[in-house]
């Protein structure tokens, strides 16, 4: 079977001897969807961005829908390839403000077409229709001409993500997507999410805080702490003792109500700890 991704021993050592990610093995098949959670500072997005090669790591090796991005502290002389199949959100959008919002997701076009017209910013009608189109998947194809600095966060978050539907993207990395956004934005931003995952098969991984987002969206968790994978499996099954030793003090501020939950409740009786936050 070709992973969507797989991950084999990796490690990182920035300059502290503490490890930012250690010994991380991870299998996720085409069409999961996955929460990474863990603490501020756990190696959520040091890993994300492993799995898009913008980072190589001390040894380890990853691949990514089949093709290798880094091997024993290498990135793979392929990569852009590997990359034009791998979607990446980021917590700040990382649109240009000033072009219209259907040329930032045009964008994700840029690897498919010729040199010159990449420099031009310069698409062809068919090429703007799928741009619309993935506009529309999203619920914003009325913004598509209007500057992206002028959306909200979240519309801007979802037009991110109209860019990897234009890139034909079969992996979406998101880092910590919904960080900056409200409820209701949020709420908007992993319904697409979720949306694209089951209509297209994607794989997605977001790196979340919100843990009763991940239970909500994420059939899988795969949880880091220091660096290591401390629990990878359903998200249903998740401990109230396990979200405590993955977050300490914070547990109670991230999951209102969860210090009325016993150690052994599974995920369902944290969800009852906190409707308020995992009602739709
Ligand atoms: N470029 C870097 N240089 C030095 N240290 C780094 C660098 N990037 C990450 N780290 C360290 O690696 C560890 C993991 O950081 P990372 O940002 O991956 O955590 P995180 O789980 O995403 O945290 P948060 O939820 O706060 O975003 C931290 O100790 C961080 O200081």
């Not at 501020?40 to 380890?60: E, I, M, N, P, Q």
């Not at 959008?93 to 994700?108: C, E, Q």
């Not at 910590?176 to 319904?191: N, Q, T």
């Not at 009325?260 to 009602?279: E, M, S, Y």
């Amino acid at each position: 079977m070709t992973y969507a991704i797989e991950v084999k021993g990796l490690s990182k050592s920035f300059r502290s001897a503490d490890k930012a990610l250690d010994d991380v093995s991870l299998r996720i098949a085409p069409g999961e969807m996955v929460a990474l959670l863990g603490a501020s500072g756990s190696g959520k997005s040091t890993l994300l961005r492993h799995l898009a090669g913008f980072v190589a790591g001390d040894r380890g090796e990853i691949t990514v829908n089949g093709q290798v991005i880094q091997s024993q502290g290498r990135i793979s002389k392929r990569v852009r390839g590997a990359r034009a199949g791998i979607g990446f959100v980021f917590q700040q959008f990382n649109l240009v403000g000033r072009l219209p919002v259907i040329t930032n997701v045009l964008a994700g076009m840029l690897p498919r077409v010729p040199m010159y017209r990449s420099l031009l910013r310069w698409f062809r009608h068919d090429e703007i229709q799928v741009g619309l189109q993935a506009l529309a998947q999203v619920g914003i194809d009325g913004y598509a001409f209007q500057r992206a600095s002028t959306l909200s966060g979240g519309q801007q978050q979802r037009a991110a993500i109209a860019r990897t539907l234009v890139q034909n993207a079969r992996t979406i990395l998101a880092d910590e997507p919904i960080a900056s956004l409200d409820p209701e934005s949020s709420r908007r931003v992993m319904d697409t999410l979720a949306q694209i995952n089951r209509s297209r098969g994607v794989a997605v991984v977001v790196s979340l805080h919100q843990v009763d987002v991940a239970m909500r969206y994420c059939p899988r968790v795969v949880a880091l702490r220091r660096g290591k994978v401390v629990y990878d499996g359903p998200s249903a099954e998740l401990s109230a003792a396990m979200l405590r030793d993955l977050y300490g003090a914070d547990l109670n501020e991230l999951m209102p109500g969860v210090d009325d939950v016993a150690d052994a409740d599974p995920a369902p009786g944290l969800a009852a700890a906190a409707p308020q936050l995992i009602a739709a």
